[in-house]
């Protein structure tokens, strides 16, 4: 095996037991009531999220919206509009947000600015 091959195996082992960790003290927590609820002020139903130690990024599926909230106050920090049905899945990195639709559209979006970058027309269903 190559040594970048070997290495690129090495790395997604460990997130996987990272992951597997993971979701093992949230099921654990959650069994056992050790958690906090906190209620977001927001109408808007979810459809997908995903977060990370700073932010909780959530697309909605009656509102179209993709909506980025700081994680440690839950405020609100943008809503980024373009979509014109429900937003089914996202994911961030440092740079961009990519988001899938019912609209049949797959949207990058500049994670600093909020506008959009990048626009995937060709998809014959949801996204």
Same mark, same amino acid.
């Given at each position: 095996?190559p040594?970048?091959?070997?290495? =690129?195996?090495?790395?997604?082992?460990?997130?996987?037991? +990272?992951?597997c960790?993971?979701i093992? =003290?949230?099921?654990?927590n959650?069994? !056992?009531?050790q958690?906090?609820?906190?209620?977001?002020?927001?109408? =808007?139903?979810? !459809? #997908?999220l995903?977060?990370?130690?700073?932010? /909780?990024?959530?697309?909605?599926?009656?509102? !179209?919206?993709?909506k980025?909230w @700081?994680? +440690?106050t839950?405020?609100q920090?943008?809503?980024?509009?373009?979509?014109?049905?429900?937003?089914? #899945?996202?994911?961030?990195?440092?740079e961009?947000?990519? +988001?899938? +639709?019912a @609209?049949?559209? &797959?949207? &990058?979006?500049? /994670?600093?600015?909020?506008?959009? /970058?990048?626009?995937?027309?060709?998809?014959?269903g949801?996204v």
């Amino acid at each position: 095996v190559p040594p970048a091959e070997q290495t =690129s195996r090495q790395f997604y082992r460990q997130l996987h037991h +990272s992951a597997c960790r993971d979701i093992h =003290s949230l099921e654990a927590n959650w069994r !056992s009531g050790q958690y906090t609820l906190t209620r977001v002020k927001d109408d =808007s139903r979810v !459809s #997908c999220l995903q977060f990370d130690d700073n932010m /909780i990024v959530t697309g909605g599926y009656v509102d !179209s919206a993709i909506k980025v909230w @700081d994680r +440690s106050t839950l405020q609100q920090l943008k809503v980024l509009e373009g979509h014109t049905k429900g937003v089914w #899945c996202l994911q961030f990195n440092e740079e961009v947000i990519m +988001s899938g +639709s019912a @609209d049949h559209t &797959v949207k &990058v979006w500049d /994670i600093q600015t909020g506008q959009m /970058i990048n626009n995937l027309l060709h998809h014959k269903g949801v996204v």
